[in-house]
């Protein structure tokens, strides 16, 4: 069975950082594009940053470039979100994702975690 | 950015009934890479649709999707009370990767 389990969310002061990490498990990891998505509670989807199946190709929401940085570990099915200089308006549930294709950015989402809250406030 | 708008916001319909979506974009999607996905209460998305009319994996024939260009379409018949979420369009043509606001059905 697919299996994402997002851990690393809590509550954080704004301006600091926070590591989001996603443990995938039944399926072949290094075989998919993988990717982060963040939702208000109430409120619609957003992308945040995804990339393929190597890491050499990665793409970032412009609310995500140069503060956020995603990053995978294929040895270890793992996929990661680091977080600096988080703003109140980063609040929300992050998601991660499986994309069906490996090599692209772009990409369609068949396996989704539950979810990791992230709490921005002072 | 490709802007995706949904229509109609909210639609009320009862069981039995058949549920038409609508998803426009602000600019060709290429290759008509349009994806629809399904959010219930407290769960994560659920991938409905890609390539704007092939069904995902256990999805049923009462669920199908069309359009091209900028026009795309989401179809449900013989709506079951298990169909009653929020469903959202999302495009892959090109980065950065973005969804409409969803539609509300009820």
């Known amino acids: 069975e697919v299996q994402l389990v997002e851990s690393g969310g809590g509550l954080v002061q704004p301006g600091r950082s926070l590591r989001l990490s996603c443990a995938a498990s039944g399926f072949r990891f290094d075989d998919y594009g993988m990717h982060w998505f963040r939702q208000v509670p109430g409120k619609g989807l957003d992308w945040v940053a995804g990339l393929n199946w190597n890491s050499d190709k990665i793409g970032y929401a412009d609310s995500a470039k140069g503060r956020f940085t995603i990053s995978r570990d294929n040895d270890k099915n793992s996929l990661h979100l680091e977080m600096t200089r988080l703003r109140v308006e980063d609040t929300a549930l992050y998601y991660c994702?499986?994309?069906?294709?490996?090599?692209?950015?772009?990409?369609?989402?068949?396996?989704w975690g539950q979810g990791a809250l992230v709490t921005v406030s002072s | 950015e490709i802007v995706l708008t949904q229509s109609p916001g909210t639609l009320s319909l009862s069981p039995g009934e058949r549920a038409t979506l609508s998803c426009r974009a602000s600019q060709s999607v290429a290759s008509n890479y349009l994806a629809w996905y399904q959010q219930k209460p407290g769960q994560a998305p659920r991938l409905l649709i890609y390539?704007?009319?092939t069904r995902a994996i256990g999805i049923p024939d009462r669920v199908s999707g069309s359009g091209s260009g900028t026009d795309f379409t989401l179809t449900i018949t013989r709506l079951e009370p298990e169909d009653f979420s929020v469903y959202y369009c999302q495009q892959y043509g090109s980065l950065p990767i973005t969804f409409g606001q969803g539609t509300r059905l009820e």
């Open positions: 390539d704007s009319s």
């Open positions: 994702a499986r994309g069906r294709w490996g090599t692209t950015v772009a990409n369609h989402f068949d396996k």
